[in-house]
């Protein structure tokens, strides 16, 4: 399971460094309001989809995705996430 999130982490910050043309991975790391927008619209389909319960699974997965291009593109690293997140265990 993780291993699938560390293979888009990995394909997101290889194509920053060895951009693909034509590639939408690239489109969205390489503009900002793109992904922006990107990421609100995922998040509220999968609110749409919970509240209809239909979808839910595809639109958490595009939430993931543009989730993860949104950070890379920002340089925000998920190393430094998941090590606040582990500070906050009680």
Known sequence: MLSTLENLIK???ERKKSP???SYTNK???DKSLI??????????LIEAVENNSNKIHEAADVFYH???Y????DIKIED????????KK
Do not use: H
């Open 67 to 69: 989730l993860i291009m």
């Open 71 to 74: 950070l890379e593109a920002y």
């Open 81 to 88: 996430v998941v090590e606040e997140l582990n500070k906050r």
């Open 28 to 30: 969205l790391l390489s």
């Open 36 to 45: 922006k927008d990107k990421v609100l619209e995922e998040i509220n389909e």
């Open 11 to 13: 394909l997101a910050r």
């Open 20 to 22: 693909v043309e034509g």
